[in-house]
């Protein structure tokens, strides 16, 4: 049998809005159609994407934060091609594997010294799932508690806990008892500790919709709540785990101690999907308490060779190649640069973050020209501002980025870590010639504006 990818990809290098729209969702080619984002890929390279024409895109999202390696990266490549050769047993699942005991040995080097157990799924999704259950089962409460405009995932039980009303809607019932309390607010949280029912509080430490930081003292203190009341801590470190934030998890910005930390995303260099949630022996124990319970949850392709050699590998180029070092320095460099904009641009209020991930706020202006033009964009769509500043930059100066967030004037920026000193000149030069060209009223700008705020209100009226 002559089976050849290369040749199907071939065969098929136009046909794939035509297969999205035929076979999966037509609503997503219809958005970037729309948005004019609709480019044909043909390969990738580190923090570069490269359409049919050979134009080459600096891609900020990094598919969500999977990419924190970049994409591509050979050493991962090697260490998937030499796993694939060695005819190793996989997934034997009356069984135990080598190379998940190794990568969990090396994910616990980077942990709290609290964490001494790994569970490992596919997705970070399914970590919360897990995170849910084992909460409950250890605690024996139900009560879950998370953050109003968090976002923990899509399956149903961490859609239960999603603070965004779009993802929630039509999907109920969702879980009982779970309850939501502002982010960074500590007289709330206390209040849904304190009768002492809470199995556990769930929190990014960064939230990833709009990228909410939190006060110096809130995760100290939500450590200090929890074990005040009985409730686990959960650190949702999906997104802002592995090297994102410039510490290698983001709770070290603040030194505490979670019971579990849920992770995914970059952990397998964009290749595999793997998840995990590292805990202490406590809450392990509790849940496999027994021979007769060894299984009671998992996953069947958690574990896989594939998966555990694409951490193992990620891991390694991470350290070797000083990527949570680069991520602090690239970072904090992007974010002090355009705050030294926003005296000079009416729009741009500012931009936050920690490391790699970054957030640059818009809010109206005072001018009156400009006012105007901000409350038309805002009546026909609120949030859609963004979109003046996304489309240009991806359009003109071939960066991708995203709105942060249904509703709000937020672009966010989810680089791979491995940006260098040109890719930073790209990205500040790129930003302030968009913004500058926002502030020309009328301008060519304005143009697209008005086109996305009648598109604005055609949808309404559907």
Not at 40 to 64: I, M, V
Not at 151 to 177: C, K, Q, V, W
Not at 259 to 264: K, Q, T
Not at 382 to 407: D, W, Y
């Amino acid at each position: 049998m002559s089976f050849s990818i290369a040749e199907l990809l071939a065969q098929h290098s136009t046909d794939k809005f035509e297969l999205h729209e035929k076979h999966l969702n037509n609503q997503m080619v219809r958005v970037l159609k729309t948005i004019g984002y609709d480019r044909n890929y043909k390969r990738a390279n580190g923090q570069y994407l490269y359409d049919e024409h050979d134009n080459e895109y600096l891609d900020l999202l990094s598919g969500f934060g999977v990419f924190a390696i970049g994409r591509n990266h050979p050493s991962v490549i090697s260490a998937l091609q030499e796993t694939l050769t060695l005819e190793l047993p996989n997934l034997v699942q009356l069984d135990v594997s080598i190379l998940s005991g190794l990568l969990a040995k090396e994910l616990l080097k980077t942990t709290p010294d609290n964490l001494d157990k790994v569970f490992f799924c596919n997705s970070g999704t399914e970590a919360v799932e897990a995170a849910i259950k084992f909460a409950r089962y250890t605690t024996k409460r139900s009560k879950i508690v998370y953050c109003e405009h968090g976002y923990h995932g899509l399956t149903m039980g961490a859609l239960s806990l999603n603070g965004e009303h779009i993802f929630r809607e039509g999907f109920g019932p969702l879980l009982p008892d779970c309850v939501a309390v502002p982010f960074n607010d500590l007289a709330a949280l206390e209040k849904a500790l304190s009768n002492k029912d809470v199995a556990a509080f769930i929190v990014e430490p960064i939230q990833g919709k709009g990228v909410n930081l939190p006060d110096d003292n809130y995760l100290p203190e939500v450590e200090r709540l929890c074990k005040k009341y009985g409730t686990l801590f959960v650190a949702d470190e999906i997104q802002t785990g592995i090297g994102r934030t410039g510490k290698f998890w983001a709770i070290e910005h603040w030194n505490v101690k979670p019971d579990m930390i849920c992770m995914a995303k970059a952990l397998s260099g964009g290749f595999v999907p793997v998840g995990a949630v590292a805990m202490t022996h406590h809450i392990m124990d509790s849940v496999f308490n027994r021979m007769d319970r060894a299984v009671v949850h998992g996953s069947t392709f958690s574990k896989n060779n594939m998966a555990m050699a694409a951490g193992l590998a990620s891991l390694e180029v991470i350290k070797a190649e000083n990527l949570v070092e680069n991520s602090a320095k690239v970072g904090e460099d992007i974010i002090s640069t355009l705050n030294a904009m926003s005296g000079k641009y009416e729009f741009l209020k500012e931009a936050r973050g920690k490391g790699s991930m970054i957030a640059i706020e818009f809010n109206a202006p005072k001018s009156l020209s400009l006012k105007a033009a901000w409350v038309m964009l805002e009546t026909a769509n609120k949030g859609l501002f963004c979109q003046m500043i996304t489309i240009p930059l991806f359009k003109e100066h071939r960066i991708l980025t995203q709105v942060a967030g249904h509703g709000m004037n937020v672009v966010k920026l989810l680089p791979p870590l491995i940006l260098t000193q040109k890719d930073r000149d790209h990205i500040i030069q790129s930003f302030e010639k968009t913004i500058a060209d926002t502030h020309q009223v009328p301008g060519s700008i304005w143009d697209l504006g008005k086109n996305l705020a009648s598109h604005a209100l055609k949808n309404k009226k559907n």
